[in-house]
């Protein structure tokens, strides 16, 4: 018998989420089949079976978190897990971890408002005097909790009718897990009835000491966050607030790059060749940063870091989130071995089939919404790279040349940068190369 174990994706990575199966207990199992998709704070990806045989045990249920390295299920062949059918069925699953309790933080007493009643703290419930050990319903959940549900939970309780806010949850944080709603589909339990409503508490006395508490939230339906969505949060939130950015922005004529690019991909071999306007800006960008050095750097640790490669990042939205797969040495690359980088970067982001080397590194990032109908935008810096290019849609627009007005192809491109490397003129330069390297697109076939 092998374990299957919750593989490390990546350096950063404590814990990955099982967000499902693809197989099933005594399904037949090859080396290299996918049996299981989870979630990382990068990606979704399909984790693959390394034994042939049947899968004899899964051990961590869909939506449960759980450290690197766990077992997360049991494959062997049939003459193997005859012999240890005993091993077998004593494999527990994995339990969840128990949550610390904080005492509450000391709150100095306040003065209530005379304008605003003040409430008092309904008392708890009084216990069960029926002398029962065994919870059979959730204790109430105060307006605005979140409720704590792995998604095969939130399908059988709408499949079976369940009320999830009865139900007590054992994972992680109160979270309901398979386990906790199982009992009431098979009807080893009853179904729970609906959690009775708060009784609306009396206001305090005038003389209360205790301060007014916080309106709740407005009404809404409580949604978990991805993975992948808290840690772009959490990058981002420190990004602006570390980073001291700026932006400068500019207009680039795109007529000859339509032109150029038409020429391009009708002589392309394949479609995987033919360059979209994404490749010639990645290009004309790595060109800049020959140029602009600075602008290819990394700030992390108090440490300035120079880079001889030029790796271009491409934001890519993906259902959870975002994600920034680099093409490496786009300098150096040809338009057509860039569009085929990209191209494959892109499908297995979109099908959660990257690889941790292809997305932890980069020196410069690309974020195009022109796709998307947008005149313009700016974007945040992705630590601890130096800047950020945002791009915008080619619109057609009236063009004043030599006093006379045409119909012409423009495109804005915004620029954010780290205040600490560089510095406003720097970066008007850089523009105005890539806006050269643009206009001129001959040059990034013959660079």
Same mark, same amino acid.
């Given at each position: 018998?092998a374990?299957?174990?919750m593989?490390?994706?990546?350096?950063g990575?404590?814990?990955?989420?099982?967000?499902r199966?693809l197989?099933?207990?005594?399904d037949q199992?090859?080396?290299?089949?996918?049996?299981?998709?989870?979630e990382t704070?990068?990606?979704?990806i399909e984790?693959?079976?390394?034994e042939?045989?049947?899968?004899?045990?899964t051990?961590?249920a869909?939506?449960?978190?759980?450290p690197i390295?766990?077992?997360?299920?049991?494959?062997g062949? =049939?003459?193997?897990?005859?012999?240890?059918?005993?091993?077998? @069925?004593a494999?527990?699953?994995?339990?969840?971890?128990?949550?610390?309790e904080?005492?509450?933080?000391?709150?100095?007493?306040?003065?209530?408002?005379?304008?605003?009643?003040? =409430?008092?703290?309904?008392?708890?419930p009084? #216990?069960?005097s029926n002398g029962?050990?065994?919870?059979?319903?959730a204790?109430?959940?105060d307006?605005?909790d979140?409720?704590r549900?792995?998604p095969?939970?939130?399908?059988?309780? =709408?499949?079976?009718?369940l009320d999830?806010?009865a139900?007590?949850g054992?994972?992680?944080?109160?979270?309901?897990?398979?386990?906790d709603?199982?009992p009431?589909?098979?009807?080893?339990?009853?179904a729970p009835?609906?959690?009775?409503?708060q009784?609306?508490?009396?206001?305090?006395?005038a003389s209360s000491?205790?301060?007014?508490a916080?309106?709740?939230?407005?009404?809404?339906?409580?949604?978990?966050?991805?993975?992948?969505?808290?840690?772009?949060?959490?990058?981002?939130?420190?990004a602006?607030?570390?980073i001291?950015h700026?932006?400068?922005?500019?207009?680039v004529?795109?007529?000859?790059?339509?032109d150029f690019r038409?020429?391009?991909?009708a002589?392309?071999?394949?479609?995987a060749?033919?360059?979209?306007?994404? @490749?010639?800006?990645?290009k004309?960008?790595a060109?800049?940063?020959?140029e602009?050095?600075?602008l290819n750097t990394s700030?992390?640790? @108090?440490?300035?870091y120079?880079h001889t490669?030029?790796d271009i990042?491409?934001?890519v #939205?993906?259902?959870n989130?975002l994600? #920034?797969?680099?093409v490496?040495?786009?300098?150096?690359?040809?338009?057509?071995?860039?569009?085929?980088?990209t191209k494959?970067?892109?499908?297995?982001a979109?099908?959660?089939?990257l690889?941790?080397?292809?997305?932890?590194?980069g020196t410069?990032?690309i974020?195009?919404?022109g796709m998307?109908?947008?005149?313009?935008f700016?974007?945040?810096?992705?630590?601890?790279?130096?800047?950020?290019?945002?791009?915008g849609s080619?619109? =057609?627009?009236p063009?004043?040349?030599?006093?006379?007005?045409?119909?012409?192809?423009?495109?804005?491109i915004?620029?954010?940068?780290?205040?600490?490397?560089? @510095?406003?003129a720097?970066?008007?330069?850089?523009?105005? #190369?890539v806006?050269?390297?643009l206009?001129?697109?001959?040059q990034?076939?013959?660079?």
């Open positions: 018998m374990n299957v174990i593989p490390k994706m990546g350096d990575m404590e814990e990955g989420t099982l967000l199966w197989k099933q207990v005594g199992v090859e080396v290299g089949d996918p049996i299981a998709e989870i704070d990068k990606v979704s984790i693959e079976s390394t042939t045989g049947v899968l004899a045990k051990l961590v869909e939506g449960q978190a759980v390295g766990t077992s997360i299920a049991v494959v062949d =049939e003459a193997e897990l005859g012999a240890n059918a005993a091993d077998l @069925d494999a527990e699953p994995v339990a969840a971890a128990p949550v610390e904080k005492a509450p933080e000391p709150v100095a007493a306040a003065a209530p408002a005379a304008s605003a009643p003040v =409430e008092k703290a309904a008392p708890p009084s #216990a069960p029962s050990s065994e919870a059979t319903a204790p109430p959940r307006p605005g979140r409720l549900a792995s095969i939970v939130k399908r059988l309780a =709408e499949e079976h009718g999830l806010n139900i007590v054992t994972g992680p944080g109160g979270r309901i897990v398979k386990d709603v199982m009431f589909v098979t009807g080893a339990k009853p009835a609906p959690a009775p409503a009784a609306a508490t009396a206001p305090a006395p000491s205790i301060a007014p916080a309106a709740p939230s407005a009404a809404g339906t409580a949604r978990e966050m991805s993975r992948i969505r808290k840690t772009t949060g959490k990058r981002m939130v420190e602006k607030d570390q001291p700026f932006y400068v922005s500019t207009v004529g795109m007529d000859a790059a339509a038409d020429t391009v991909n002589q392309a071999k394949d479609d060749s033919k360059v979209s306007f994404n @490749d010639l800006i990645v004309a960008s060109l800049a940063l020959r602009f050095p600075n700030y992390e640790n @108090d440490t300035w120079d490669n030029i990042n491409v934001a #939205a993906i259902e989130g994600i #920034a797969p680099f490496r040495d786009a300098d150096s690359k040809s338009l057509g071995a860039i569009a085929r980088a494959d970067l892109i499908g297995r979109r099908n959660g089939g690889d941790p080397s292809e997305y932890q590194g410069f990032t974020s195009n919404l998307f109908d947008v005149d313009e700016i974007a945040i810096i992705n630590p601890p790279q130096a800047a950020i290019l945002a791009v080619i619109a =057609e627009v063009v004043v040349a030599d006093g006379k007005v045409r119909i012409g192809k423009q495109m804005k915004t620029l954010s940068a780290d205040h600490r490397l560089t @510095d406003g720097e970066v008007a330069k850089f523009l105005m #190369a806006k050269g390297f206009e001129n697109p001959m990034l076939a013959i660079s």
